[in-house]
């Protein structure tokens, strides 16, 4: 009897998901606004040139953003549309105002027809865009060659101490990677523009030059008169007959003795 009182029945599955529960440590839920945390090469990370020597105003990248910040320069790495339009007016604001009155007053006495006077001021408006244009590339090619270059010479404290910097793998992958797909189509998009100004500043003066030569050859071909030995208006030979007869000799003309 006392065997039997001693015998417990066996566990079941339930007892045993009870028995393990009693005996497990509690989890404890996680906070709702918790946010796991991967490590990545990328986090916190610093930037390649923290070693560098270069001052922060010489390194290569930091000229390149003032330089994309910078009138006129960030105007070629804009839009297209926009770009051309801002030459556009600086070239008829030029022309118009201080070409065209230079032409028009510069000329008075020369007998300049008015279209001669308004390429004389188109002239000085291509002039002065081109040597905007001009200014543009030198920068951005400045700065394009300091981004493609595996070295970077600065100044320390002026021009007496020039040093010069090796950069390192990752700081030339970037400046270079930079230099070619930002930099590069700049250049671009100024040398042809220049090609364009040339042209059409050559064209221009050419026009210029070609009516102005014909202005003078028909002006002194009207002038002359018959026998070619007298321009109009500055020499007659009836009036000089009158004044030096005997200048004339065996012409007819009034004798001293009449």
């Not at 109009?232 to 009036?239: F, K, L």
Request: proline share 7%; aromatic share 10%.
């Amino acid at each position: 009897m006392a065997l039997l009182l001693t015998l417990k029945p066996p566990l079941t599955p339930a007892h045993l998901h009870h028995t393990t529960n009693l005996f497990s440590p509690k989890l404890k839920p996680k906070h709702p606004h918790f946010k796991p945390h991967f490590s990545s090469p990328f986090n916190n990370q610093t930037p390649p040139e923290t070693n560098c020597p270069v001052p922060q105003d010489q390194q290569p990248i930091n000229e390149y953003q003032s330089l994309s910040t910078s009138s006129p320069f960030s105007w070629a790495s804009g839009d297209f549309v926009e770009y051309c339009s801002k030459l556009v007016v600086i070239g008829i604001g030029f022309g118009l105002f201080v070409g065209l009155p230079v032409s028009w007053y510069g000329s008075v006495g020369v007998g300049w027809e008015l279209g001669q006077r308004v390429l004389g001021g188109v002239c000085s408006g291509l002039f002065v865009v081109t040597g905007v244009v001009v200014r543009m590339y030198l920068g951005w090619a400045y700065v394009g060659n300091r981004l493609l270059s595996a070295t970077v010479e600065y100044e320390e404290t002026g021009w007496y101490d020039g040093q010069l910097w090796v950069k390192t793998a990752e700081v030339l992958a970037r400046d270079r990677l930079l230099g070619s797909f930002t930099v590069k189509p700049v250049l671009n998009r100024l040398k042809n523009t220049l090609v364009t100004l040339a042209i059409s500043l050559f064209v221009s003066i050419a026009l210029l030059i070609n009516t102005e030569s014909s202005q003078k050859e028909g002006y002194i071909t009207s002038g002359v008169e018959e026998g070619g030995r007298s321009v109009a208006g500055v020499y007659n030979d009836e009036s000089a007959r009158s004044f030096e007869p005997e200048a004339f000799c065996g012409g007819s003309g009034p004798s001293m003795d009449d």
